[in-house]
């Protein structure tokens, strides 16, 4: 899907389901933003808050509320990293206070500040943390590919 420049952009937990075999499949591509930004039924504006990456919070805060927000494969990555350290923690990789509104949220988000994971962890666990921490880099750039991830694991 990222090789061929799609994002799934909404990538939680609630979209990951582990198959029979053990392994993860992503469901719902119901948000997911191809590289033609000229077929868009509805203008993209983040979905599931907790697992949005920081660029694309900052992408929504600094647009119109009517303008498409075009997600690439590096936020699916930090989304990624969001659920599993959500999932293996039971707490959001971005704290902010529960009653905020939606806007102030995501304005916490773009940031790029997340708790350190040795501060929340259930156990040590050096090969996932690492790899949770690098989905979480606030630089695009600095995220693993979902291909290096793969061949990681």
Not at 31 to 38: I, R
Not at 47 to 73: F, G, M, N
Request: aromatic share 8%.
């Amino acid at each position: 899907m990222h090789a061929a420049g799609w994002a799934h952009a909404d990538v939680q937990p609630t979209n990951t389901l582990v198959t029979g075999d053990g392994r993860a499949a992503v469901i719902d591509y119901a948000l997911a933003c191809g590289p033609d930004t000229n077929r868009r039924r509805v203008p993209y504006r983040g979905a599931l808050t907790h697992t949005t990456a920081p660029e694309l919070a900052t992408a929504i805060l600094s647009t119109p509320a009517d303008s498409h927000v075009q997600a690439q494969p590096a936020a699916d990555i930090w989304s990624l990293g969001a659920s599993l350290f959500w999932c293996w923690t039971g707490h959001r990789p971005v704290p902010y206070d529960d009653d905020l509104d939606r806007l102030d949220k995501l304005a916490v988000i773009a940031k790029g500040t997340t708790t350190p994971l040795r501060d929340v962890r259930p156990w040590p666990f050096p090969a996932f943390e690492n790899t949770i921490t690098a989905c979480l880099a606030p630089d695009p750039a600095d995220r693993p590919t979902a291909k290096e991830l793969t061949a990681a694991w």
